[in-house]
Structures are given as C-alpha cells and as structure tokens.
C-alpha cells in the first residue's frame, strides 16, 4: 500500500489509534498458537461505527481488502492477514461500550469489542445470566464470538452465540450501516439479515454492536468431576442426568486422562481432584433456579445413582464456589497446556451425541493406524456432540515431522464424521484452516448460494477475503 492512501485510513481514527510499527502490529498478526502469520498495511482501532463506516467506505473506493479482528483467539486463522501486506487489520478493541441493559426484556446491548467476561460480570450485577462461556471469555470479544458462531461449554443448556442474539449493527462493505438492533423476541418483518452475519466470519460486513439475550441468574450451582469406566458409560451416564435433571444439566464434559495430565503438567495451580488417575473424565453441572442446595441435592442423587449402576468409578462434588471454578479451570485449560508437548494435530467436530462412543473408538484407530505412538487428547462437550479431537505429537518426535502427516489423519478422521451425519467445523468456524475442505461436505447448491451471497453483499471481494470461501 503506498504511503498516501495509509494515511487517508489512519486520518479515520487519528494516529494515535492506529499501528503501524512492526512490534506494534506484530500481536495482531500472529496467531496464539503460531499456525498462521500475516502481514498489514496498518491496525486501525475506530472508536465508533461512523468510523468503521469510513474505512470501509474508503476501502470499497480503493479496493482495499479488511480484516475484521476481536480478541485474536480464533482458532482457524480467520482473523489473520495474509501475507501481501495489502490489507488493513480493523480491530474492534475500542468498540467496548454497553449500551444499554433492559432487565424487563431481558436484554442487553453492546459494541463488538466488548470482551465477553466484561460482558458476563455486567450481566451478574444484574442479578441476570449471560451464559455464552469460553476458555477465552477473559479476552475474547463478542464481536469475535457472533462471527464464528462460538459455542462453549453453555450450549448444551442455552443454544450457541446465534442462539444468544436478537439483533445486530452491521457496517456493510460499502460502509452503508444495518441498524438491526431489534430487542423483540417476536418479530416476522421479512427475512432475518441477523443469521446471515452471525457465523459469517467478516466475510460479509462487520459486527458493531448486538443485542443479547439474558436469562434469570441460578441461584445455584453444583459441579462434579467423575471419572467414568469408558465414553459408553458417559453417555449412560448424560442420559440419566437429562432424564433427572432436564433443563438444569447446564454442562457435560468429556474428558481423556491425556488432556487432564498434560494440563496438571504445565498449568500452575492445577491438581488432580481424584486420588488415582483413570482413563476418562465427566465434568458435569447442575444449576438450580431455587438455591444452591438444591442443585447440590439433585447433583449428589446424579453421581449416586451413577455409582449403584456401575457408571461412576470415582468422583467428587464442589464444596465451594472456588472449588467449582478450580474443576472448570482443569478443563478450561485443555487447549493452552498442549502446547509444551509439541506439534497437535486438531479437530473441533460434531456427531450425534449417540455416536459420541462409537467415533471415539473409530477415530483412535484410524490414527494410530497411522501414527501408531501418537498421543489421543480428546476432549469437549459431550452433551451437544462436540469434541476437540486433538492428536499430540509422540513422544520424541520432530514436530514439523509429525505436522507434516496433518493431511492424511485429518482425512482419516473427517472420513468418520461425515460418515457419522456429523460437522467438521463444530465451533470454531471454517477461516483459512477449512476452507478448502468445505467443497468434500457442502452440496453445491449450497456453495453456490453462499458464493451468490458472498457477491451480493461484498462485490469488491474486499472483506476478510481468502477466508471461508
């Protein structure tokens, strides 16, 4: 980008709000992990939709492609420049404002770069529930969080973001501004613009400010960690807890011991909550619209029941607000602590919950079929069919070695879920990791209309392009 045009996009925000310098710009062009790295023009940070409205307008005049960036926790590598160094990065950090909260309507309002714990904690003051809930709430955006569609460990109880949001402010890729904040949970005017934005990952517009739905606060909460004789007996186990608990069973996470030893081995401040390791994990919760013991009563009849029928092996109940929060930290750590161990090999799936046991069993011996030492950290939210079906590198290994076999056990393992009815792309989108998968598991009246849209609202090509489609 020549330096003239530069600057007509850093006058929209003003200098100071603008990075150009290479360590400034670095943190937004790298990854967390470290699988993807581009390059910008400059990182623009607009404090209001009219300044979004400009750069995008400018854009569209000029050809210039943008990024839409939130907290930079995407795991796709949506949310990652290319390496031309022709794109501008828009970040929404400063786009952070609630706008409004409506208790009546259970609503609140908020700007995209609002992180979604602030989000939470606005929500709890309250006395209300925002029950979106991410490994990454603490810097994640919700912003970030509509346009991937995230979902975390709430949707078995609450649906995922979509589910979450009744309107949205959008700022077309001609810098014409959407103002769909509606706050109705009835309203049949035409066709709902909202979904065509939420999952779109930036390619169509970006989010400025949404409306979502709040929930009464529960009045209490239990959580338990068992471990379980195999993911047939956890899925035993889900059943009999939906069975008893119906809509109080607000989670129900499955765990390997890989994920729990490797977070226990590099997370500070972690501990095993059980005396002996076993195989596998359940983290479930109770919450109660009455009070804390009674969900602790219905927890305690749950994980009985489960020892009496040979479905529990072991287990132990939260006794205290920092205990519970103590359990959802060893599975909220899951993805960070496989780091240290090396190359990982990553899979955010969805089968029918049903087949939950039966794509366990299939997919650990495509693998190892392939990688006869590789090391199985499945993990996720049994309750709804989602798992991270991660493969560390063996032990000993090269990394880039093992990497270099992504392909073929990515193959492998998409092969069963399609088989299974299921998604490649459960959660965390599709960016530039899936995007040519999407061809093997979409039909093409599908694409085809997705293309039709993808033209119709950016016919520039200028938004977040070479990703998705």
């Not at 011991?257 to 994990?281: E, K, N, Q, S």
Request: aromatic share 4%; net charge negative; charged share 20%.
């Amino acid at each position: 980008m020549n330096e003239a045009l530069r600057d007509r996009f850093i006058a929209i925000v003003g200098e100071k709000n603008a990075l150009v310098a290479e360590a400034d710009v670095a943190p937004h062009l790298r990854e967390w992990r470290g699988y993807w790295t581009g390059r910008t023009a400059a990182v623009l940070k607009p404090a209001s939709t009219a300044e979004v409205s400009a750069i995008l307008a400018l854009a569209s005049e000029t050809g210039t492609p943008v990024v839409p960036q939130g907290g930079n926790t995407g795991l796709v590598g949506g949310q990652i420049p290319d390496d031309t160094g022709r794109a501008i990065v828009l970040s929404t950090s400063r786009l952070d404002r609630i706008r409004d909260i409506d208790t009546d309507g259970n609503t609140l309002t908020v700007e995209a770069g609002a992180v979604l714990q602030t989000i939470q904690q606005a929500a709890d003051e309250q006395d209300r529930l925002f029950p979106l809930s991410l490994g990454a709430q603490g810097s994640c955006q919700i912003g970030g969080n509509l346009s991937s569609n995230a979902g975390g460990t709430g949707a078995l109880a609450y649906g995922v973001a979509r589910d979450l949001c009744l309107g949205l402010e959008v700022v077309l890729p001609t810098g014409e501004v959407l103002d769909d904040l509606n706050r109705l949970k009835k309203n049949n005017t035409g066709y709902d613009l909202r979904d065509l934005f939420i999952g779109a990952e930036g390619t169509l517009g970006v989010i400025t400010a949404a409306v979502l739905k709040l929930f009464p606060k529960p009045r209490g909460r239990a959580a338990a960690f068992v471990a379980v004789p195999s993911p047939e007996a956890a899925l035993a186990l889900f059943r009999a807890a939906r069975a008893a608990a119906g809509p109080s069973l607000t989670a129900f996470e499955l765990m390997a011991r890989m994920g729990i030893a490797f977070t226990l081995r590099h997370v500070a401040g972690t501990r095993d909550p059980l005396a002996a390791p076993h195989d596998w994990y359940v983290l479930m919760e109770i919450s109660s619209g009455r009070s804390e013991e009674d969900a602790r009563a219905q927890l305690d009849a749950l994980v009985g029941a489960g020892f009496e029928q040979g479905l529990v092996l072991d287990g132990t109940i939260a006794e205290s607000e920092a205990q519970r929060l103590a359990l959802w930290h060893l599975r909220e750590s899951m993805s960070e602590s496989q780091i240290p161990e090396g190359g990982s090999i990553k899979h955010d799936i969805s089968v029918p919950v049903a087949s939950i046991p039966a794509f366990l069993q299939r997919a650990d011996r495509a693998v190892l079929d392939i990688v006869p030492a590789a090391r199985l950290c499945p993990f996720g939210h049994m309750g709804d069919g989602n798992l991270h079906y991660n493969v560390s590198q063996p032990e000993g290994w090269d990394r880039q070695r093992f990497l270099a076999m992504t392909g073929e056990v990515t193959a492998a393992v998409h092969a069963i879920v399609t088989e299974m009815d299921g998604s490649i792309s459960a959660e965390h989108g599709v960016g530039q990791m899936k995007r040519d998968k999407l061809v093997e598991v979409k039909s093409p009246v599908a694409l085809d209309l997705m293309r039709r849209i993808k033209t119709a609202f950016d016919p520039a090509g200028i938004m977040n392009p070479g990703k998705m489609l």
